[in-house]
């Protein structure tokens, strides 16, 4: 999913160095559109870049739109993972953002790259297809983290979470992983990581819940708000503030534009979009690859929860 607080700033790729490409636009300034060039698993891949604008889709507006109980967690609600039922949280493969990271420690200014990728790599978990978003963390040119976040849609638009993986590195070297769960396994239950009608006033709501370490809960701050960020100026926006500590704020048809800190004091932390592409179908052959080997490895660092799982494989 988005950063979890109890592993992440999350994640980045088994490459010792990524180059990202960015398109920072003034705040008034539409982004244009020249060829954008990406690396993923340490090769470039080149692509126009494809703004989206915010529109629906015939997928989108067939649905009756119904927010979920995350209590409810029924199987023969879901079908194919992968696709825009969710303007705020679209599952389209190959669709890539990138974000600056910013850490603000005493009066230093850190930054580092987030990488987010829909793969088209899918996973049953928990007796539902999931697809595979990969999400890169680089600092200075090298990976920091790489994560998996599982999700699914049901027929209703609501987007689940229903796990997550992360590997931490050093010099491009693997050092640990961490944040090892799967919804079904060890007690570990499903959440809604989007709902399909966010208004500001409804009820909290649970995101995911990992038995012997926390349940993760969100909640609808902000509803049709201004925010701008480098790469251009969004209406309409939504902001999600998850377990009291953070706004994640999100755009329709582009998914997370930003995050922000709810709390003063500390390592302040935010994160803003930089650029936005779709990428070759060489880029998603890569990156989907960096999705299956980080599934594979799984089974081996975090066995108790993964070596029981079915095997991720491409979508057909």
Same mark, same amino acid.
């Given at each position: 999913?988005?950063?979890?607080?109890?592993?992440?700033?999350?994640?980045?790729?088994?490459?010792?160095?990524?180059?990202?490409?960015?398109?920072?636009?003034?705040?008034?300034?539409?982004?244009?559109?020249?060829?954008?060039?990406?690396?993923?698993?340490?090769?470039?891949?080149?692509?126009?870049?494809?703004?989206?604008?915010?529109?629906?889709?015939?997928?989108?507006?067939?649905?009756?739109?119904?927010?979920?109980?995350?209590?409810?967690?029924?199987?023969?609600?879901?079908?194919?993972?992968?696709?825009?039922?969710?303007?705020?949280?679209?599952?389209?493969?190959?669709?890539?953002?990138?974000?600056?990271?910013?850490?603000?420690?005493?009066?230093?200014?850190?930054?580092?790259?987030?990488?987010?990728?829909?793969?088209?790599?899918?996973?049953?978990?928990?007796?539902?297809?999931?697809?595979?978003?990969?999400?890169?963390?680089?600092?200075?040119?090298?990976?920091?983290?790489?994560?998996?976040?599982?999700?699914?849609?049901?027929?209703?638009?609501?987007?689940? $979470?229903? %796990?997550?993986?992360? @590997?931490?590195?050093?010099?491009?070297?693997? *050092?640990?992983?961490?944040?090892?769960? #799967? !919804?079904?396994?060890?007690?570990?239950?499903?959440?809604?990581?989007?709902?399909?009608?966010?208004?500001?006033?409804?009820?909290?709501?649970?995101?995911?819940?990992?038995?012997?370490?926390?349940?993760?809960?969100?909640?609808?701050?902000?509803?049709?708000?201004?925010?701008?960020?480098?790469?251009?100026?969004?209406?309409?926006?939504?902001?999600?503030?998850?377990?009291?500590?953070?706004?994640?704020?999100?755009?329709?048809?582009?998914?997370?534009?930003?995050?922000?800190?709810? $709390?003063? %004091?500390?390592?302040? @932390?935010?994160?803003?979009?930089?650029?936005? *592409?779709?990428?070759?179908?060489?880029? #998603? !052959?890569?990156?989907?690859?960096?999705?299956?080997?980080?599934?594979?490895?799984?089974?081996?660092?975090?066995?108790?929860?993964?070596?029981?799982?079915?095997?991720?494989?491409?979508?057909?």
């Amino acid at each position: 999913m988005t950063e979890q607080p109890w592993s992440r700033r999350m994640v980045g790729a088994l490459v010792a160095a990524i180059c990202l490409a960015a398109t920072p636009a003034g705040c008034d300034r539409q982004p244009s559109s020249p060829p954008t060039t990406t690396t993923v698993a340490g090769q470039a891949t080149t692509t126009s870049m494809a703004v989206p604008t915010g529109k629906t889709t015939a997928t989108t507006t067939a649905l009756r739109r119904v927010n979920a109980d995350p209590g409810r967690f029924n199987r023969k609600d879901f079908g194919d993972p992968i696709g825009d039922a969710n303007p705020w949280l679209p599952l389209l493969p190959g669709y890539q953002s990138v974000r600056d990271g910013t850490l603000f420690r005493g009066r230093r200014e850190l930054h580092h790259r987030r990488r987010f990728t829909v793969t088209d790599v899918v996973k049953q978990v928990d007796g539902v297809r999931t697809v595979l978003v990969l999400d890169q963390d680089i600092d200075a040119g090298q990976v920091a983290e790489q994560a998996l976040d599982y999700f699914a849609q049901d027929k209703h638009g609501n987007v689940w $979470y229903l %796990g997550s993986y992360t @590997e931490s590195y050093e010099g491009g070297q693997f *050092v640990n992983a961490n944040d090892a769960w #799967l !919804a079904g396994v060890n007690g570990a239950m499903p959440g809604v990581a989007m709902m399909a009608d966010p208004k500001k006033g409804m009820p909290a709501y649970v995101q995911a819940s990992i038995p012997g370490r926390e349940t993760l809960t969100a909640e609808v701050a902000k509803v049709g708000e201004r925010k701008c960020v480098p790469f251009k100026c969004f209406s309409n926006t939504l902001a999600i503030l998850e377990d009291g500590t953070e706004f994640k704020y999100y755009a329709q048809g582009v998914g997370g534009i930003a995050t922000e800190p709810n $709390y003063s %004091g500390g390592e302040q @932390e935010k994160e803003a979009l930089l650029n936005l *592409v779709q990428l070759t179908p060489k880029g #998603l !052959a890569e990156a989907s690859a960096e999705a299956l080997q980080l599934d594979r490895h799984a089974r081996t660092t975090a066995s108790g929860v993964f070596n029981s799982s079915a095997p991720a494989k491409r979508a057909p």
